[in-house]
Nanobody, 114 residues
C-alpha cells in the first residue's frame, strides 16, 4: 500500500509559477514510476509528467519546457510549474505505480487567472 498527499496548489496569475509536492508513505520502495496528472472541469484526466525510478522523465507536449518533475528522495516528488496559463487550471493528482497496481492522491487545485 502507498499513500499520497499533494500540496502546493493555489491561485496564481498567468505567467506565474507554482510548485506542487507529493509526499508518499507506506511501501515507497516498491514504486516504479511516479507521475502527475490533471483534470480540468468537463475534461478527462490527462498525464502531465512522469519520473521513473532510474530518474528518466517524460512530459506532455503541452507542458514541455514549462514544467519540471523531480524526485528529491524516495518519498517526495515535486512538479515545478512556470509560465502558467489559464489552460493549466485543473485539479492536479499525484500517482504512484507499482507492479500490478497504482495509487492516487486526493488532488490539489491549481487556478490560473488571466
Amino acid at each position: 500500500q502507498v499513500q499520497l498527499v499533494e500540496s502546493g496548489g493555489g491561485l496564481v496569475q498567468a505567467g506565474g509559477s507554482l510548485r506542487l509536492s507529493c509526499a508518499a508513505s507506506g511501501s515507497i520502495f516498491t514504486i516504479n514510476v511516479m507521475a502527475w496528472y490533471r483534470q480540468a472541469p468537463g475534461k478527462q484526466r490527462e498525464l502531465v509528467a512522469t519520473i521513473h525510478k532510474g530518474g528518466s522523465t517524460n512530459y506532455a507536449d503541452s507542458v514541455k519546457g514549462r514544467f519540471t518533475i523531480s524526485r528529491s528522495n524516495a518519498n517526495m516528488v515535486r512538479l515545478q510549474m512556470n509560465s502558467l496559463s489559464p489552460e493549466d487550471t485543473a485539479v492536479y493528482y499525484c500517482n504512484a505505480r507499482i507492479v500490478g497496481n497504482g495509487y492516487w492522491g486526493q488532488g490539489t487545485q491549481v487556478t490560473v487567472s488571466s
